[in-house]
């Protein structure tokens, strides 16, 4: 596509629920992240596709956390058992090869996660 | 590891006025430098980057940065604000080695007073 596009753009969950958030890169583009934007705060990197590989997932804050990436493309972020710290913007990006993420990253719009 | 601070976490300033955003990063080796925009409900935008070679950069949207080693600077400036300015900037810097994950700062919002 033209963009990276992310849905849900909003999401309200109830507390220990399981949530899968979905992010479609730019057509082409082989690295894909996933960042947690939180209240005042910058952002958190959380992982890292090349290919259908992770070669980073250094960012994950816990096992509820896990992410997919199928066909070089869709990537899917999952939480189990939501918590209420689990509340954030979450951003995907995705660039040309990751040796040239340095070009610069396009984001997507997000998804605003709400745990209640 | 590497780590970017931004000062400020407001700053406000008068449409017209000069803007500087100001930037300390702290990386052993040379850094890939970059100021994103992130407007409400958006998601970020690339303003301008920094990999080597001149190091005042000029970016989009009439933004220019400059890379200053000594003091691990990377200031972001705009000689006259517009008020379409106001929004969130964040700096951020890659780590070499293989993905080049960007670092990202917390982030100033610039508020734009008519």
């Given at each position: 596509?033209?963009?990276?596009?992310?849905?849900?753009?909003?999401?309200?969950?109830?507390?220990?629920?399981?949530?899968?958030?979905?992010?479609?890169?730019?057509?082409?583009?082989?690295?894909?992240?996933?960042?947690?934007?939180?209240?005042?705060?910058?952002?958190?990197?959380?992982?890292?596709?090349?290919?259908?590989?992770?070669?980073?997932?250094?960012?994950?804050?816990?096992?509820r956390f896990s992410a997919e990436r199928t066909g070089g493309s869709v990537s899917t972020l999952t939480i189990q058992r939501t918590q209420q710290e689990d509340s954030a913007v979450y951003l995907c990006a995705s660039s040309q090869y990751g040796r040239q993420g340095g070009y610069g990253y396009t984001f997507g719009s997000g998804t605003r996660l709400t745990v209640v | 590891?590497?780590?970017?601070?931004?000062?400020?976490?407001?700053?406000?300033?008068?449409?017209?006025?000069?803007?500087?955003?100001?930037?300390?990063?702290?990386?052993?080796?040379?850094?890939?430098?970059?100021?994103?925009?992130?407007?409400?409900?958006q998601g970020l935008q690339l303003l301008l980057k920094y990999f080597s070679g001149d190091t005042l950069v000029q970016g989009i949207k009439g933004f220019e940065a400059e890379f200053k080693r000594s003091q691990s600077s990377f200031n972001l400036r705009k000689p006259s604000v517009h008020w379409s300015d106001a929004a969130e900037y964040f700096c951020a810097v890659g780590r070499s080695g293989g993905s080049y994950i960007p670092t990202f700062g917390r982030g100033t919002s610039l508020i734009v007073h008519p």
């Open positions: 596509g033209a963009g990276v596009s992310q849905s849900p753009s909003n999401k309200v969950t109830e507390k220990g629920k399981d949530v899968e958030l979905r992010c479609d890169p730019i057509s082409g583009h082989t690295a894909l992240y996933w960042y947690r934007q939180s209240l005042g705060q910058g952002l958190e990197f959380l992982i890292y596709f090349q290919g259908n590989s992770a070669p980073d997932k250094s960012g994950l804050p816990s096992d | 590891a590497q780590s970017v601070t931004q000062p400020d976490i407001h700053i406000t300033v008068s449409e017209g006025a000069s803007l500087e955003l100001r930037c300390n990063y702290s990386y052993g080796a040379t850094p890939y430098l970059f100021w994103y925009v992130q407007s409400p409900g």
